[in-house]
């Protein structure tokens, strides 16, 4: 008989893990809001999460574990990137775009926006932890036989999770056909980048210390 407890506690600790603010998130909302490129952007995110998770469970923590200075390099990079686009953001309020049927001005191209979520995704150090080293972990402590449903069930919590904030973003749409809803979320994203930035320094300092 098949037992569904290890494939919900990989979906609650997922979700309890991806749910929250952060450069990956604001980066799917605001794709979503903006009706562009979503199904792939959400589709790279979840099978993301679901080859690192599953990477974890094979051994792959132990791994990273032994390499501190790929870390540092990482939250190095990822410091610098978000950065970036955290001052791109908050350029973005100052002249706000207007959300219309058809999309919004300064579309970018499909390989442009998985360039982007692909480095949100593997530039931050803390989706290591999070999918590799917690999820991974948790998920190598399964009996046998329970590792695959636990890997399901995580990688369908993530799944749940981008489909959601990504298409879901539509029903948001009415309210975003003001410019001034659009600087808003532009500076709450530009600051959450910043400051995840920010966090990332002294990340990379801390391990190189």
């Not at 979503?32 to 979840?46: D, I, Q, T, Y």
């Not at 990477?55 to 410091?79: F, H, K, S």
């Not at 069930?153 to 029903?171: E, P």
């Amino acid at each position: 008989m098949f037992d569904p407890a290890p494939l919900l506690t990989g979906f609650a600790l997922s979700a309890g893990l991806i749910i929250a603010i952060g450069s990956q998130n604001a980066f799917v909302l605001r794709q979503g809001l903006r009706r562009e490129h979503v199904g792939p952007v959400v589709a790279f995110c979840a099978l993301a999460d679901l080859v690192l998770m599953a990477a974890g469970v094979a051994g792959l923590g132990a791994v990273i574990r032994g390499l501190p200075g790929l870390v540092t390099l990482l939250a190095l990079g990822g410091a610098a990137f978000l950065g970036w686009y955290g001052l791109a953001a908050l350029r973005r309020a100052a002249r706000p775009d207007r959300l219309l049927a058809q999309g919004t001005g300064g579309a970018v191209s499909l390989g442009a926006a998985l360039a982007q979520v692909a480095a949100f995704t593997l530039l931050n150090p803390h989706v290591y932890l999070d999918t590799v080293l917690l999820v991974g972990s948790v998920g190598a402590a399964q009996p046998d036989g329970a590792q695959v449903p636990f890997v399901a069930g995580a990688g369908l919590a993530s799944a749940t999770w981008f489909a959601a904030l990504g298409f879901g973003a539509r029903l948001l749409a009415p309210w975003f056909a003001r410019p001034a809803a659009w600087r808003l979320l532009d500076l709450l994203i530009g600051v959450t980048m910043l400051v995840l930035a920010a966090g990332l320094l002294g990340y990379a300092a801390g391990e190189g210390a």
